[in-house]
């Protein structure tokens, strides 16, 4: 019984993966765009770029005369005609960001009056598309991104602090490229669509305050120097005016795709939020709660059920094992559900990668734990130490996408039969 909810659940995720894949959203959102001029200058940035960038030379050709493409390393497919293809690092950015991005700028700065920019968006361009602003150095990015990605902070305030430190985030960019229009086309991995949270808004008017950003350091107690306290104190471009946006995808499509296909397959389907932020070990806890009150009273939906959720959990990172916020969700999940029958959870990231490690999320239940124990394990050591990558691995209940080439948030998905 057990395998089919697994295989199953696999299907699901499987399904609703490949039904937001970027290459029909970008197509069908070009047609909303009328182009004024008659040359396209494509910069496409964030873990869907590359997938987003082939798609919208499929569709306009050579109307598209030059482009740039900065994404995630592994995450490029090859070539693509009159692009430059740049890797870099993420979540925390690199020398090949800073090189990637400063070729960009060069090549928006050489253009004709005869073009207008193609902008793609996707998660992932706050650390890959990146200029520190004057007064910051590399490192400092990297010292305060890597502190803030373990605070526990979400990344709306995570980006209030990369806005300030950074050239091209914040609405930089459109100030950069003006008065060259902007055509924005954003795959959204940020709860509620924010754009000007969706990789830092490069041409997107910042919303938030200087007492905003002073409130995250001391909240998350950020360790910063005084150099950069004057830069943080700096405001944000107001007034873009060369720029358009349209929203092509998010978490919420990835959900109901996910609902269809639980449907098809016999399963009750019913979505709980798309909004899923709390600490990951927490969701974990609330998730394998109402599996309890399903089991027991068939409530809130009756069996056979698939209960699925979308959002993009926390962790505050303190131990130095190595894991990611949808295998420490499913792993705490787990821990929860021991020795209950029939029932099958799974939280992934849409993108194929969670935390620095090489699985999408973990897949668990009943025996997952089971598993460690028998081995000699105790398994509560690995999430204190934030190790839930060897503790799936252990219980063999990593799932593992390789990069997939879209990024819309994470999903959770719960079978019970
Ligand atoms: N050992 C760990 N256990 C759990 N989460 C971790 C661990 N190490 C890093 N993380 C989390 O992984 C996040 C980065 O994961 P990543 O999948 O790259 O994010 P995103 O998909 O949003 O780009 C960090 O914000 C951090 O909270
Ligand atoms: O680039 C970013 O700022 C975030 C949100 O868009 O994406 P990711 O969490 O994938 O790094
Ligand atoms: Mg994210």
């Not at 930089?172 to 055509?183: D, E, G, M, N």
């Not at 709980?272 to 806890?285: D, H, P, V």
Request: one cysteine or more.
């Amino acid at each position: 019984m057990i395998k089919i909810l697994k295989e199953d659940l696999k299907k699901i995720i499987d399904y609703s993966i490949n039904s937001v894949l970027p290459e029909n959203a970008v197509k069908e959102n070009l047609k909303k765009i009328e182009f004024k001029k008659n040359k396209v200058f494509l910069i496409s940035i964030g873990k869907a770029a590359w997938r987003m960038a082939n798609a919208a030379k499929e569709e306009l050709k050579d109307k598209i005369q030059k482009g740039i493409v900065i994404t995630k390393y592994d995450y490029g497919l090859g070539n693509i005609k009159n692009m430059e293809i740049y890797e870099a690092g993420h979540p925390i950015p690199d020398k090949n960001s800073l090189k990637a991005t400063k070729r960009a700028i060069e090549l928006i700065k050489n253009l004709d009056d005869d073009y207008e920019i193609l902008f793609l968006v996707s998660g992932g361009g706050s650390a890959l598309f990146e200029l520190p602003e004057n007064g910051v150095t590399l490192d400092d990015i990297q010292n305060i991104t890597s502190q803030l990605l373990k605070s526990g902070a979400d990344i709306e305030e995570i980006n209030a602090i990369r806005k300030r430190l950074s050239k091209v985030k914040g609405g930089k960019f459109a100030k950069l490229s003006y008065p060259k229009q902007i055509y924005a086309l954003v795959l959204s991995d940020v709860l509620g669509d924010k754009l000007d949270s969706i990789a830092s808004g490069p041409a997107y008017t910042d919303k938030t305050t200087t007492n905003d950003v002073f409130n995250i350091i001391k909240k998350y107690d950020i360790k910063i120097n005084t150099e950069i306290k004057k830069v943080l104190e700096k405001e944000r471009p107001k007034n873009i005016s060369n720029t358009k946006h349209i929203i092509i995808g998010s978490v919420k499509l990835a959900c109901e795709y996910a609902m269809q296909k639980a449907k098809e397959l016999g399963y009750n389907p019913l979505l709980l939020t798309t909004m899923l932020n709390c600490e990951a070990k927490e969701a974990g806890r609330f998730f394998a709660n109402i599996a309890k009150e399903e089991i027991k009273s068939n409530n809130p939906i009756k069996k056979p059920c698939a209960i699925i959720a979308g959002g993009e959990t926390v962790v505050m990172v303190k131990g130095n094992g190595i894991g990611g916020r949808n295998q420490e969700l499913a792993y705490s999940f787990a821990i929860e559900i021991e020795g209950i029958e029939n029932i099958v959870f799974a939280s992934v990231g849409t993108d194929g990668t969670d935390g620095p490690t090489d699985a999408a999320g973990g897949i668990v239940d009943g025996d997952t734990i089971k598993k460690i124990k028998n081995k000699g394990l105790d398994p509560l050591i690995f999430l204190e130490n934030n190790d839930t990558y060897n503790a799936l691995e252990e219980s063999e209940s990593l799932l593992k996408t390789g990069p997939t080439g879209t990024n819309v948030n994470d999903i959770m998905i719960l079978l019970i039969n």
